[in-house]
T-cell receptor, first 112, second 119 residues
Framework: LAKTTQPISMDSYEGQEVNITCSHNNIATNDYITWYQQFPSQGPRFIIQ???TKVTNEVASLFIPADRKSSTLSLPRVSLSDTAVYYC?????????????FGQGTELSVKP | DAGVTQSPTHLIKTRGQQVTLRCSPKSGHDTVSWYQQALGQGPQFIFQYYEEEERQRGNFPDRFSGHQFPNYSSELNVNALLLGDSALYLCASSPTGGLAGGHGTDTQYFGPGTRLTVL
């Protein structure tokens, strides 16, 4: 299973764009990249998922270079409510038998 | 449409006791997974239930057991509690059995968790 490496913490200010990069050097051909967001004392929440190039939804964008050895979660114009822990996950759900493998995540702190 | 619900919200037990946590999956979901999240760590997979059977298990001792009912709800039981069992216990549900093939990953929907404190 591909291991992920992401910064432990990041600071930002309201209105800025935040980019969180995740490294996954041994990603497998069938692996997808998924990001989850977790607020204190809540369960993680799915943000975005992609396989290659760029994926965008109403919450975030996910950039994946051609070699797929890394990915970048981009949060446009963050607000205080975006303060949370962000997890990068790599794997193909059904091939793993259903388990999600979380790392330590990136703790994002948005300041006024 | 109610999402994943868990009960109780908080629980305090003493070492050696037993505890049962409950989870109701999101409507239309038939697969339930349980995770343990220690303070400052990411969630760790305990096991998953599908069709009332444990389908896969993480690296947790036999003190951790579970059950899934015909209505897809699930219980997590922990016996002989240790101080180290203090954590947030998360339940997640998903809409398929996870082995249906296709591509990509099935999104798992998490509940708010049960905060277990062992004294």
């Amino acid at each position: 299973l591909a291991k992920t490496t992401q910064p432990i913490s990041m600071d930002s200010y309201e209105g800025q764009e935040v980019n969180i990069t995740c490294s996954h050097n041994n990603i497998a051909t069938n692996d997808y990249i998924t990001w989850y967001q977790q607020f204190p004392s809540q369960g993680p929440r799915f943000i975005i998922q992609g396989y290659k190039t760029k994926v965008t939804n109403e919450v975030a964008s996910l950039f994946i270079p051609a070699d797929r050895k890394s990915s970048t979660l981009s949060l446009p114009r963050v607000s205080l409510s975006d303060t949370a822990v962000y997890y990068c996950l790599v794997g193909v759900y059904y091939n793993q038998g259903g388990k999600l493998i979380f790392g330590q995540g990136t703790e994002l702190s948005v300041k006024p | 449409d109610a999402g994943v619900t868990q009960s109780p919200t908080h629980l305090i037990k003493t070492r050696g006791q037993q505890v049962t946590l409950r989870c109701s999956p999101k409507s239309g979901h038939d697969t339930v997974s349980w995770y343990q999240q220690a303070l400052g760590q990411g969630p760790q997979f305990i096991f998953q239930y599908y069709e009332e059977e444990e389908r896969q298990r993480g690296n947790f001792p036999d003190r951790f057991s579970g059950h899934q009912f015909p209505n897809y709800s699930s219980e997590l039981n922990v016996n002989a509690l240790l101080l180290g069992d203090s954590a947030l216990y998360l339940c997640a549900s998903s809409p398929t059995g996870g082995l249906a093939g296709g591509h990509g990953t099935d999104t798992q929907y998490f509940g708010p968790g049960t905060r277990l404190t062992v004294l």
